[in-house]
């Protein structure tokens, strides 16, 4: 089976940083999934761990650690476009992918 | 070059009616998967097809039915509509069933009454 937990909802301010982490029990393993979803849109696919370690693309960065079934989102430099929800997804391998049930992260002025 | 679509965008139904819903993927995708999201949850995965053929089945009843064209297209059949069916319905495509990148249409927002 496969379990996927997340923060429901957090604030940060403009400007600065923030870490959404999500935590997996699965029976099986075929990488880390981070999807941005804005309110009415479709979700956009954002990063894809299957090592563990940093992967880093602009401002945002992603964190994998297999033997803790954890990961996590790093968002720097927080502008108001980043508003939204991010939805993490560690499908089991060979199987489809299952979505976490996604954090709300609203960026104050 | 166009992204996945999705038709209708959005769809109002009575109770008990059935519903069939449109995808297109990207050109060159061959796998489309469909996925239900209610309101503050995460996607749910319905289906998945593959040249089409069923890959993959979620934990949906039975009134939930797929099929894929030899385009690749699709289409996702809802049967006898009950208010819980009201969420977003998802459309995504990729290469093939082991590509780790898919591609999410804009949706088809349905409101069972």
């Known amino acids: 089976g496969q379990n996927i937990d997340q923060p429901t909802e957090m604030t940060a301010t403009e400007g600065a940083i923030v870490q959404i982490n999500c935590t997996y029990q699965?029976?099986?393993?075929?990488?880390l999934f981070w999807y941005q979803q804005h309110a009415g849109e479709a979700p956009t696919f954002l990063s894809y761990?299957?090592?563990?370690g940093l992967e880093e693309k602009g401002r945002f960065s992603s964190f994998l650690s297999r033997s803790k079934g954890y990961s996590y989102l790093l968002l720097k430099e927080l502008q108001m476009k980043d508003s939204a929800s991010y939805l993490c997804a560690a499908p089991p391998y060979g199987q489809n992918f299952v979505f976490g049930p996604g954090t709300r992260l609203s960026v104050l002025p | 070059d166009a992204g996945v679509t999705q038709s209708p965008t959005h769809l109002i139904k009575t109770r008990g009616q059935h519903v069939t819903l449109r995808c297109s993927p990207i050109s060159g995708h061959k796998s489309v998967s469909w996925y239900q999201q209610v309101l503050g949850q995460g996607p749910q995965f319905i289906f998945q097809y593959y040249e089409k053929e069923e890959r993959g089945r979620g934990n949906f009843p039975d009134r939930f039915s797929a099929r894929q064209f030899p385009n690749y297209s699709s289409e996702l059949n809802v049967n006898a509509l009950l208010l819980g069916d009201s969420a977003l319905y998802l459309c995504?495509?990729?290469?093939?069933?082991?590509?780790?990148?898919?591609?999410f249409g804009p949706g088809t927002r349905l409101t069972v009454t």
């Open positions: 761990n299957v090592l563990d």
């Open positions: 995504a495509s990729s290469l093939d069933p082991g590509a780790y990148e898919q591609y």
């Open positions: 699965t029976s099986g393993f075929n990488g």
